[in-house]
Protein backbone atom coordinates (compact mmCIF):
# COMPACT_ATOMS: atom_id res chain seq x y z
CA UNK A 1 0.00 0.00 0.00
CA UNK A 2 1.56 3.19 -1.12
CA UNK A 3 1.47 6.08 1.34
CA UNK A 4 1.26 10.08 0.06
CA UNK A 5 3.76 11.60 2.01
CA UNK A 6 2.58 14.82 0.26
CA UNK A 7 2.47 18.12 2.67
CA UNK A 8 -0.53 19.80 2.37
CA UNK A 9 -1.46 22.93 4.20
CA UNK A 10 -3.93 20.81 6.46
CA UNK A 11 -1.33 18.13 7.28
CA UNK A 12 1.76 21.44 7.86
CA UNK A 13 -1.48 22.95 10.19
CA UNK A 14 -1.53 19.51 12.21
CA UNK A 15 2.00 19.55 12.80
CA UNK A 16 2.86 23.08 13.89
CA UNK A 17 -0.34 23.08 16.00
CA UNK A 18 -0.09 21.81 19.65
CA UNK A 19 -2.50 19.49 20.67
CA UNK A 20 -4.63 19.93 23.62
CA UNK A 21 -7.90 22.17 24.48
CA UNK A 22 -6.05 25.75 24.62
CA UNK A 23 -3.69 24.79 21.52
CA UNK A 24 -3.87 28.44 20.49
CA UNK A 25 -2.46 29.48 24.13
CA UNK A 26 0.36 26.98 24.32
CA UNK A 27 1.73 28.06 20.63
CA UNK A 28 1.41 31.53 21.00
CA UNK A 29 3.19 31.89 24.07
CA UNK A 30 6.04 29.67 22.79
CA UNK A 31 6.45 32.18 19.89
CA UNK A 32 6.39 35.06 22.26
CA UNK A 33 8.69 33.99 24.48
CA UNK A 34 11.42 32.70 21.36
CA UNK A 35 10.77 36.62 20.16
CA UNK A 36 11.23 37.83 23.61
CA UNK A 37 15.01 35.80 23.44
CA UNK A 38 15.64 36.83 20.47
CA UNK A 39 16.03 33.23 18.89
CA UNK A 40 13.76 31.09 16.46
CA UNK A 41 10.88 28.95 17.51
CA UNK A 42 12.83 25.69 18.25
CA UNK A 43 10.23 23.48 18.71
CA UNK A 44 8.11 24.85 15.37
CA UNK A 45 11.61 24.04 13.45
CA UNK A 46 12.11 20.73 14.84
CA UNK A 47 8.52 20.05 13.92
CA UNK A 48 9.07 21.40 10.41
CA UNK A 49 12.29 18.80 9.93
CA UNK A 50 9.78 15.92 10.82
CA UNK A 51 7.34 17.25 8.22
CA UNK A 52 9.90 17.77 5.77
CA UNK A 53 9.16 20.84 4.76
CA UNK A 54 12.24 21.69 3.10
CA UNK A 55 11.03 18.87 0.47
CA UNK A 56 8.62 21.51 -0.74
CA UNK A 57 11.31 23.74 -2.15
CA UNK A 58 12.89 20.93 -4.27
CA UNK A 59 11.30 20.38 -8.30
CA UNK A 60 9.70 16.93 -8.72
CA UNK A 61 12.07 16.26 -11.27
CA UNK A 62 14.76 16.08 -8.32
CA UNK A 63 12.63 14.13 -5.93
CA UNK A 64 10.89 17.09 -4.37
CA UNK A 65 7.40 18.23 -3.74
CA UNK A 66 7.56 21.58 -5.42
CA UNK A 67 4.08 21.14 -7.01
CA UNK A 68 3.27 25.10 -8.28
CA UNK A 69 4.05 28.43 -7.14
CA UNK A 70 0.51 28.86 -5.87
CA UNK A 71 0.63 26.17 -3.58
CA UNK A 72 3.88 26.59 -2.70
CA UNK A 73 2.63 30.38 -1.13
CA UNK A 74 -0.28 28.82 0.29
CA UNK A 75 2.67 26.57 2.81
CA UNK A 76 4.50 29.31 3.33
CA UNK A 77 1.31 31.11 4.31
CA UNK A 78 0.58 28.47 7.36
CA UNK A 79 4.28 29.07 8.58
CA UNK A 80 4.27 33.45 8.33
CA UNK A 81 0.55 33.03 10.11
CA UNK A 82 2.08 30.95 12.95
CA UNK A 83 5.21 32.66 13.47
CA UNK A 84 6.59 35.56 10.42
CA UNK A 85 10.28 34.09 11.73
CA UNK A 86 9.19 31.12 11.08
CA UNK A 87 8.64 32.01 7.10
CA UNK A 88 12.11 33.66 7.12
CA UNK A 89 14.35 32.04 8.97
CA UNK A 90 13.39 28.64 8.54
CA UNK A 91 12.85 28.16 5.15
CA UNK A 92 12.71 32.03 3.13
CA UNK A 93 16.48 32.29 2.94
CA UNK A 94 16.18 28.84 1.01
CA UNK A 95 13.25 29.35 -1.40
CA UNK A 96 15.22 32.60 -2.50
CA UNK A 97 18.59 30.67 -3.20
CA UNK A 98 16.65 27.92 -4.69
CA UNK A 99 15.45 30.07 -7.35
CA UNK A 100 18.90 30.55 -8.65
CA UNK A 101 19.62 27.67 -8.60
CA UNK A 102 16.87 25.60 -9.98
CA UNK A 103 16.93 28.18 -12.99
CA UNK A 104 21.00 28.12 -13.85
CA UNK A 105 22.43 26.02 -11.30
CA UNK A 106 24.37 22.75 -13.28
CA UNK A 107 23.16 19.09 -12.73
CA UNK A 108 26.03 18.82 -9.96
CA UNK A 109 24.88 21.69 -8.53
CA UNK A 110 20.82 21.16 -8.40
CA UNK A 111 21.72 17.89 -6.88
CA UNK A 112 24.01 18.79 -4.29
CA UNK A 113 21.60 21.41 -3.06
CA UNK A 114 18.62 18.96 -3.20
CA UNK A 115 20.46 16.60 -0.81
CA UNK A 116 20.90 19.13 1.72
CA UNK A 117 17.50 20.21 1.67
CA UNK A 118 16.43 16.43 1.80
CA UNK A 119 18.44 16.78 5.08
CA UNK A 120 16.72 19.86 6.17
CA UNK A 121 19.69 21.87 5.89
CA UNK A 122 19.44 25.71 5.54
CA UNK A 123 20.56 28.03 2.50
CA UNK A 124 20.91 31.53 2.03
CA UNK A 125 21.61 33.68 -0.71
CA UNK A 126 23.38 37.31 -0.82
CA UNK A 127 22.83 40.10 -3.26
CA UNK A 128 23.16 43.60 -1.75
CA UNK A 129 25.85 45.49 -0.35
CA UNK A 130 24.50 48.35 2.52
CA UNK A 131 26.62 51.01 1.07
CA UNK A 132 25.51 50.45 -2.56
CA UNK A 133 21.53 50.11 -1.71
CA UNK A 134 19.68 48.21 -4.30
CA UNK A 135 22.32 48.78 -7.05
CA UNK A 136 23.54 45.24 -8.09
CA UNK A 137 25.70 46.48 -10.61
CA UNK A 138 27.96 48.52 -7.86
CA UNK A 139 28.37 45.31 -5.51
CA UNK A 140 31.69 45.34 -4.73
CA UNK A 141 32.32 41.74 -2.95
CA UNK A 142 34.64 40.22 -5.36
CA UNK A 143 35.42 36.56 -6.84
CA UNK A 144 39.21 36.61 -8.86
CA UNK A 145 40.62 33.72 -10.58
CA UNK A 146 44.33 33.14 -9.39
CA UNK A 147 46.12 29.80 -9.85
CA UNK A 148 42.72 28.18 -11.23
CA UNK A 149 41.54 28.89 -7.69
CA UNK A 150 38.90 31.29 -7.52
CA UNK A 151 39.57 33.89 -3.99
CA UNK A 152 36.71 35.75 -2.47
CA UNK A 153 37.39 39.06 -0.84
CA UNK A 154 35.22 41.49 0.52
CA UNK A 155 31.90 41.47 3.08
CA UNK A 156 28.32 40.71 2.67
CA UNK A 157 25.88 41.68 5.00
CA UNK A 158 22.15 41.37 6.39
CA UNK A 159 22.05 37.98 4.89
CA UNK A 160 19.43 35.49 6.35
CA UNK A 161 20.91 32.38 7.72
CA UNK A 162 24.41 33.18 6.45
CA UNK A 163 26.20 32.05 9.94
CA UNK A 164 24.27 28.89 9.78
CA UNK A 165 23.69 27.82 6.23
CA UNK A 166 25.49 25.01 4.69
CA UNK A 167 25.45 26.14 1.13
CA UNK A 168 24.94 30.07 0.14
CA UNK A 169 24.83 31.56 -3.04
CA UNK A 170 26.91 35.32 -3.51
CA UNK A 171 26.42 37.77 -6.28
CA UNK A 172 29.87 38.22 -6.69
CA UNK A 173 32.24 40.82 -9.10
CA UNK A 174 33.95 38.82 -11.55
CA UNK A 175 35.39 41.76 -13.48
CA UNK A 176 36.88 45.28 -12.65
CA UNK A 177 34.87 46.44 -15.19
CA UNK A 178 31.45 48.64 -14.73
CA UNK A 179 28.21 47.16 -16.48
CA UNK A 180 25.98 44.23 -16.48
CA UNK A 181 28.47 42.02 -17.34
CA UNK A 182 31.28 42.03 -14.47
CA UNK A 183 28.86 39.78 -11.80
CA UNK A 184 28.49 36.20 -11.15
CA UNK A 185 27.24 33.79 -9.09
CA UNK A 186 28.56 31.23 -6.62
CA UNK A 187 27.63 28.01 -4.71
CA UNK A 188 29.41 28.30 -1.84
CA UNK A 189 29.79 24.84 0.78
CA UNK A 190 30.97 26.10 3.83
CA UNK A 191 32.48 22.84 5.01
CA UNK A 192 34.31 22.92 2.11
CA UNK A 193 36.48 25.77 3.35
CA UNK A 194 39.17 26.00 6.20
CA UNK A 195 38.07 26.23 9.50
CA UNK A 196 38.30 30.33 9.95
CA UNK A 197 38.26 31.01 6.47
CA UNK A 198 35.13 32.77 6.72
CA UNK A 199 34.68 35.78 9.62
CA UNK A 200 30.92 35.58 10.47
CA UNK A 201 29.77 39.37 11.22
CA UNK A 202 27.55 40.36 14.15
CA UNK A 203 23.37 40.08 13.42
CA UNK A 204 22.17 43.28 12.78
CA UNK A 205 19.56 44.91 15.27
CA UNK A 206 15.76 44.74 14.31
CA UNK A 207 12.71 46.35 15.72
CA UNK A 208 10.40 43.03 13.94
CA UNK A 209 11.84 39.63 12.99
CA UNK A 210 13.89 39.47 16.06
CA UNK A 211 14.77 35.97 16.16
CA UNK A 212 16.01 35.62 12.41
CA UNK A 213 19.72 35.16 11.72
CA UNK A 214 20.52 38.82 9.53
CA UNK A 215 24.42 38.45 9.77
CA UNK A 216 27.35 38.76 7.68
CA UNK A 217 30.33 37.27 6.18
CA UNK A 218 34.02 39.00 5.73
CA UNK A 219 36.72 37.11 3.28
CA UNK A 220 39.87 38.26 3.59
CA UNK A 221 41.77 36.51 0.21
CA UNK A 222 39.46 32.97 0.85
CA UNK A 223 40.48 30.36 -1.82
CA UNK A 224 37.87 28.31 -2.76
CA UNK A 225 38.67 24.60 -3.23
CA UNK A 226 39.81 23.89 -6.67
CA UNK A 227 37.25 22.40 -8.62
CA UNK A 228 35.43 22.69 -11.99
CA UNK A 229 33.22 25.79 -12.77
CA UNK A 230 30.13 24.15 -13.21
CA UNK A 231 30.79 23.30 -9.50
CA UNK A 232 31.18 27.37 -8.49
CA UNK A 233 29.98 29.44 -10.71
CA UNK A 234 26.32 29.42 -11.67
CA UNK A 235 25.31 29.68 -15.67
CA UNK A 236 27.99 31.77 -17.67
CA UNK A 237 30.55 34.16 -16.27
CA UNK A 238 29.57 37.68 -15.78
CA UNK A 239 25.52 37.07 -16.43
CA UNK A 240 24.33 37.01 -13.07
CA UNK A 241 22.34 40.75 -13.35
CA UNK A 242 20.31 38.49 -15.56
CA UNK A 243 19.67 35.54 -13.65
CA UNK A 244 18.46 37.64 -10.56
CA UNK A 245 16.18 39.82 -13.04
CA UNK A 246 14.37 36.29 -13.52
CA UNK A 247 14.50 35.48 -10.08
CA UNK A 248 13.21 38.38 -8.77
CA UNK A 249 10.16 37.89 -10.91
CA UNK A 250 9.36 34.59 -8.69
CA UNK A 251 10.53 35.99 -5.85
CA UNK A 252 8.73 39.69 -5.82
CA UNK A 253 5.68 37.44 -6.65
CA UNK A 254 5.71 34.85 -4.15
CA UNK A 255 7.54 36.46 -0.78
CA UNK A 256 4.56 39.53 -0.71
CA UNK A 257 1.75 36.90 -1.21
CA UNK A 258 3.20 34.55 1.36
CA UNK A 259 3.32 37.75 4.04
CA UNK A 260 -0.70 37.52 3.83
CA UNK A 261 -0.12 35.13 6.05
CA UNK A 262 0.77 37.55 8.96
CA UNK A 263 -2.30 39.83 8.35
CA UNK A 264 -4.97 36.76 8.65
CA UNK A 265 -3.06 36.30 11.86
CA UNK A 266 -3.53 39.88 12.69
CA UNK A 267 -6.97 39.87 12.21
CA UNK A 268 -7.87 37.02 13.77
CA UNK A 269 -6.37 38.26 17.09
CA UNK A 270 -7.87 41.54 16.82
CA UNK A 271 -11.42 39.91 16.26
CA UNK A 272 -11.18 37.53 19.07
CA UNK A 273 -10.15 40.82 21.35
CA UNK A 274 -12.94 42.93 19.84
CA UNK A 275 -15.43 40.03 21.02
CA UNK A 276 -13.72 39.38 24.43
CA UNK A 277 -13.29 42.93 25.43
CA UNK A 278 -16.63 45.27 26.84
CA UNK A 279 -17.15 49.06 27.08
CA UNK A 280 -20.19 50.65 28.76
CA UNK A 281 -21.85 47.51 28.82
CA UNK A 282 -21.25 46.18 24.89
CA UNK A 283 -19.02 44.30 22.89
CA UNK A 284 -16.66 46.00 21.63
CA UNK A 285 -17.50 44.10 17.93
CA UNK A 286 -20.94 46.28 18.35
CA UNK A 287 -19.38 49.14 17.66
CA UNK A 288 -19.14 51.10 14.39
CA UNK A 289 -15.67 52.19 14.33
CA UNK A 290 -14.41 48.70 15.18
CA UNK A 291 -16.58 46.78 12.64
CA UNK A 292 -15.25 49.35 10.23
CA UNK A 293 -11.46 48.83 11.36
CA UNK A 294 -12.22 44.85 11.09
CA UNK A 295 -14.16 45.04 7.67
CA UNK A 296 -11.66 47.09 6.00
CA UNK A 297 -8.44 44.67 7.41
CA UNK A 298 -10.38 41.86 6.03
CA UNK A 299 -10.86 43.44 2.40
CA UNK A 300 -7.35 44.43 2.64
CA UNK A 301 -6.83 40.42 3.08
CA UNK A 302 -8.93 39.39 0.38
CA UNK A 303 -7.72 41.91 -2.00
CA UNK A 304 -3.83 41.09 -1.18
CA UNK A 305 -4.87 37.28 -1.27
CA UNK A 306 -6.20 37.52 -4.95
CA UNK A 307 -4.12 39.78 -6.48
CA UNK A 308 -0.68 37.47 -5.19
CA UNK A 309 -2.49 34.08 -6.34
CA UNK A 310 -3.21 35.77 -10.08
CA UNK A 311 0.23 36.70 -10.22
CA UNK A 312 1.77 33.46 -8.58
CA UNK A 313 -0.11 31.48 -11.02
CA UNK A 314 0.41 33.46 -14.13
CA UNK A 315 3.97 32.50 -13.54
CA UNK A 316 2.53 28.88 -14.99
CA UNK A 317 0.21 30.63 -17.40
CA UNK A 318 1.60 33.49 -18.79
CA UNK A 319 5.26 33.72 -17.76
CA UNK A 320 5.61 36.77 -20.44
CA UNK A 321 3.54 39.12 -18.40
CA UNK A 322 5.29 38.40 -15.09
CA UNK A 323 7.89 41.55 -15.74
CA UNK A 324 4.60 43.41 -15.10
CA UNK A 325 2.95 41.21 -12.56
CA UNK A 326 5.79 40.80 -10.53
CA UNK A 327 6.77 44.58 -9.20
CA UNK A 328 3.40 45.84 -9.22
CA UNK A 329 2.68 42.63 -6.45
CA UNK A 330 5.91 43.96 -4.70
CA UNK A 331 4.45 47.45 -4.56
CA UNK A 332 0.97 46.84 -3.95
CA UNK A 333 0.66 44.01 -2.28
CA UNK A 334 3.10 44.85 0.91
CA UNK A 335 1.33 48.50 1.01
CA UNK A 336 -1.73 46.78 1.94
CA UNK A 337 -0.37 44.51 4.95
CA UNK A 338 1.53 47.43 6.71
CA UNK A 339 -1.62 49.57 6.54
CA UNK A 340 -4.45 47.26 7.43
CA UNK A 341 -1.79 45.39 10.40
CA UNK A 342 -0.82 49.32 11.77
CA UNK A 343 -5.04 49.86 12.09
CA UNK A 344 -5.45 47.06 13.75
CA UNK A 345 -2.57 47.76 16.17
CA UNK A 346 -4.20 51.06 16.58
CA UNK A 347 -7.40 49.21 17.67
CA UNK A 348 -5.96 47.00 20.01
CA UNK A 349 -4.34 49.50 21.96
CA UNK A 350 -1.71 48.39 24.73
CA UNK A 351 -3.38 44.91 23.90
CA UNK A 352 -0.91 45.22 21.39
CA UNK A 353 1.84 44.45 23.40
CA UNK A 354 2.15 41.38 25.76
CA UNK A 355 3.35 43.75 28.46
CA UNK A 356 0.82 46.51 27.47
CA UNK A 357 3.57 48.91 27.04
CA UNK A 358 2.96 51.58 24.25
CA UNK A 359 6.60 51.86 23.84
CA UNK A 360 8.95 48.80 22.34
CA UNK A 361 12.56 48.71 22.88
CA UNK A 362 14.05 50.10 19.58
CA UNK A 363 17.68 50.03 17.80
CA UNK A 364 19.63 52.47 19.81
CA UNK A 365 21.16 53.59 16.48
CA UNK A 366 17.43 54.53 15.38
CA UNK A 367 16.68 56.79 18.57
CA UNK A 368 19.63 58.34 18.19
CA UNK A 369 19.21 59.22 14.50
CA UNK A 370 15.60 60.50 15.28
CA UNK A 371 16.82 62.52 18.29
CA UNK A 372 19.22 64.52 16.51
CA UNK A 373 16.35 65.44 14.08
CA UNK A 374 14.66 66.62 16.55
CA UNK A 375 17.40 68.89 18.20
CA UNK A 376 18.88 70.17 14.40
CA UNK A 377 14.94 71.27 13.56
CA UNK A 378 14.79 75.33 13.84
CA UNK A 379 11.75 77.35 12.88
CA UNK A 380 13.48 79.34 9.90
CA UNK A 381 13.98 82.62 11.39
CA UNK A 382 13.98 81.76 15.19
CA UNK A 383 17.18 81.11 17.53
CA UNK A 384 17.42 77.94 19.30
CA UNK A 385 16.04 79.54 22.86
CA UNK A 386 13.22 81.74 20.90
CA UNK A 387 12.04 78.38 18.95
CA UNK A 388 11.48 76.00 21.68
CA UNK A 389 9.30 78.94 23.40
CA UNK A 390 7.55 79.16 20.85
CA UNK A 391 6.42 75.38 19.76
CA UNK A 392 5.50 75.46 24.24
CA UNK A 393 3.26 78.94 24.02
CA UNK A 394 1.57 76.93 21.19
CA UNK A 395 0.62 74.00 22.73
CA UNK A 396 -2.90 74.98 24.14
CA UNK A 397 -4.94 71.89 24.86
CA UNK A 398 -3.55 69.36 27.75
CA UNK A 399 -2.09 66.26 25.30
CA UNK A 400 -0.32 69.75 23.25
CA UNK A 401 0.87 71.03 26.80
CA UNK A 402 2.75 67.71 27.03
CA UNK A 403 4.30 67.66 23.66
CA UNK A 404 5.45 70.75 24.37
CA UNK A 405 7.23 70.51 27.21
CA UNK A 406 8.84 67.64 25.63
CA UNK A 407 10.28 69.94 22.22
CA UNK A 408 11.30 72.68 24.70
CA UNK A 409 13.48 70.86 26.87
CA UNK A 410 14.95 68.79 24.11
CA UNK A 411 15.49 72.36 22.21
CA UNK A 412 16.90 74.27 25.04
CA UNK A 413 19.21 71.29 26.02
CA UNK A 414 21.10 71.82 22.27
CA UNK A 415 20.83 75.68 23.16
CA UNK A 416 24.33 76.22 23.91
Known sequence: MNVDNTLTVARL???????????????????????????????????????????????????????????????FRVLYRKDPCLGLGYAGSSFIACCNIWAIGSPTQQQTVAQALRDNEKLACSYYEPEHGNDLTAVAFSATRQDGQWVLDGEKQVTSNIARCSHFVAFARTSPQPGSRSHTQILVARAQLPAGALQDLPRHQSVGMRGVQLGGIRCERVRLPAMADDQLLMGEEGKALETAMRSFQVTRT??????????????????????Q???????????????????????????ADSFSRLSARALHLHPAFCCLYAPAVKIVVPKLLIGAMNRLADHLGASFLPDRRRVRPVPEIAARRQTRRLRAYRPPGLRADAAAAAVYAGAKNRRGRRAGRAVAAVGCGNAD
Open 254 to 275: LLPGMFVGILDSGLRLATRFSL
Open 13 to 75: ERGLTPSGDDAYAGWSAKVLAADNADSMWAEGEARLDALGFSRCLIPPALGGQWRGMDTLMDL
Open 277 to 303: RHLYGHCLAEFPAARQILSNALLDLLL
